[in-house]
Each structure stands twice: as structure tokens, then as C-alpha cells.
């Protein structure tokens, strides 16, 4: 036998802690930066570009966006390969297994900011990840002035 009461309650908790996932992975437009860069916009920007950041270890890094969607990216310690491709309004990359967290399993999709001098990247649900910068050795502390 069973509770029918008990039933609809654990129906109403999955319901429940369904739709708060749902609702927090999409960033509403407000949720957004001003300046987030649409789908053409970041193919037009990324494709044979280049990057500058630092590492919470403190390296400096520099990574490159081929025209062939493959990335690679230097240290001065190390260095690795990956891919990059645009999915919908977010650039998406998946390194190999030297600056992979997870053994070259990694992939992470980014909504991108620009401004003069840096490129902000946003979880897609609008939370900051990082920012790095489009001119070598400039502190990213430095993006708003």
C-alpha cells in the first residue's frame, strides 16, 4: 500500500525543484552585459584573434582563435590545443588535456562582453567567469578605465 498524499507532495517537489533549474539556466536579457556580443558578432571578432590573461596561478597566457576553429593557447610553463565554435549567441571551447580541469573532457560555453581593451566571459546564466584582456600585459583591473 501506499500514501496517496505522499504521492502528490513528492510530485509537487520534483515539479518544483524542475522548474528551478529550468529558470536558472538562461540569463534574461537583463541578466545580460550592455554589450554582449550576438552570433555574427563573434564570429566577425573571434575568427584569427588573440587573447591576453593570467591564470589564478598567476601565469600569463595568450590564446589564439584559428580561422579553422582549432585554439591554441601559451604559457611560458606549457602550452595546449583545443577547438572553438559558435553555438547561438556564446562561443563555446574545449580544450586538450593540459589545461583541461577533467582530462580533456572540458567544454565550456561562454556569453561574451567586449569593451575597448577586454573581453568579459559570462556563464550563460549571465555569472561573470572571466576576463581577459586584447593587449598584452594590460592588468584586466584595468578594463574600465
Known amino acids: ?35 554582449t556580443l550576438s552570433e555574427a558578432a563573434l564570429a566577425a571578432r573571434f575568427t584569427g584573434w588573440s587573447v591576453y590573461g ?6 600569463v597566457f595568450r590564446v589564439n582563435y584559428n580561422k579553422d576553429g582549432t585554439l591554441y593557447g601559451q604559457t611560458h610553463k606549457d602550452s595546449d590545443n583545443g577547438k572553438w565554435w559558435i553555438k547561438g549567441n556564446t562561443l563555446c571551447r574545449h580544450w586538450g588535456p593540459n589545461w583541461s580541469d577533467r582530462e580533456g573532457k572540458e ?39
Open 1 to 35: 500500500m501506499y500514501d496517496r498524499g505522499g504521492w502528490k507532495v513528492l510530485g509537487r517537489m520534483i515539479l518544483a525543484a524542475v522548474t528551478a533549474v529550468l529558470s536558472c539556466a538562461v540569463a534574461s536579457a537583463e541578466d545580460l552585459p550592455k554589450n
Open 107 to 145: 567544454q565550456a560555453c561562454f556569453v561574451v562582453a567586449l569593451d575597448k581593451k577586454c573581453v568579459h566571459f559570462h556563464m550563460p546564466d549571465g555569472e561573470w567567469y572571466r576576463t581577459w584582456t586584447t593587449i598584452p600585459y594590460l592588468d584586466p583591473a584595468d578594463c574600465d578605465k
Open 54 to 59: 593570467e591564470t589564478p596561478s598567476g601565469n
